[in-house]
């Protein structure tokens, strides 16, 4: 069986595509967990005013990268987005 290359062209097209819809919110809570192991004032002073104790925010650091990085490898990417979905319900 062969392929179009309109197919194909298209095909490689979407994958971009999918990659770059996939990297945006990746950087963000990549950037947002690496802050929250820095603990700068404002990110103490945010979680505080949400009703956290300043204690849980590096483990939830952790817990945030560790989510990202599963989802960020292919094998285990349903994982993670279920993990990051389920994070972002109160």
Known sequence: MQLD?????ASKK??????????LPVLFLLVDG???LAKPEI????TVALG???AVILP??????ACTILYMI???AV??????????VP
């Open 52 to 54: 956290y104790t300043e």
């Open 14 to 23: 979407m994958l971009w595509v999918g990659r770059i819809a996939s990297a």
């Open 43 to 46: 990110v103490v002073k945010t």
């Open 34 to 36: 690496a802050m929250k």
């Open 60 to 65: 939830l650091g952790i817990v945030l990268l």
């Open 74 to 76: 292919p094998q285990t």
């Open 5 to 9: 290359n309109k197919t194909v062209d």
């Open 79 to 88: 994982v993670g987005a279920i993990l990051l979905t389920a994070w972002g």
